[in-house]
């Protein structure tokens, strides 16, 4: 699986992007996309991620009612828009796959096998 992750910027505070992660190679019915983000000096943390067969998101608390999750099947892509910016958001983001996706690990970054090569979103005050 290769994915491969856009839309990153540089944007003012309260403003809006949206990352894409599109994936090729093959992916199994049970695996899921995660979105995770990394500033300089801090661990990676998690962002969203959603299941590809379907079912709720997840969201980290920083994140929940500004960010969205979503996926398009036809186009095995994820996306994640990213409304209400904060100087807080400003990170390398990165997608990743995990193909066995579970309700319980989504948040833990080992448990995914594939990842992307990130894309910078910087929000300015």
């Known amino acids: 699986v290769q994915l491969q992750a856009s839309g990153g910027g540089l944007v003012q505070a309260g403003g809006s992007l949206r990352l894409s992660c599109a994936a090729s190679?093959?992916?199994?019915?049970?695996?899921?996309t995660g979105w995770f983000r990394q500033a300089p000096g801090k661990e990676r943390e998690f962002v969203a991620a959603?299941?590809?067969?379907?079912?709720?998101?997840y969201y980290a608390d920083s994140v929940k009612g500004r960010f969205t999750i979503s996926r398009d099947n036809a186009k095995n892509t994820v996306y994640l828009q990213m409304n209400s910016l904060k100087p807080e958001d400003t990170a390398v983001y990165y997608c990743?796959?995990?193909?066995?996706?579970?309700?319980?690990?989504?948040?833990?970054?080992?448990?995914?096998?594939?990842w992307g090569q990130g894309t910078q979103v910087t929000v300015s005050s």
């Open positions: 190679g093959r992916t199994f019915s049970g695996s899921g």
């Open positions: 959603i299941k590809w067969s379907g079912g709720s998101p």
């Open positions: 990743a796959v995990d193909q066995s996706f579970s309700s319980r690990y989504y948040a833990i970054p080992r448990q995914y096998e594939y």
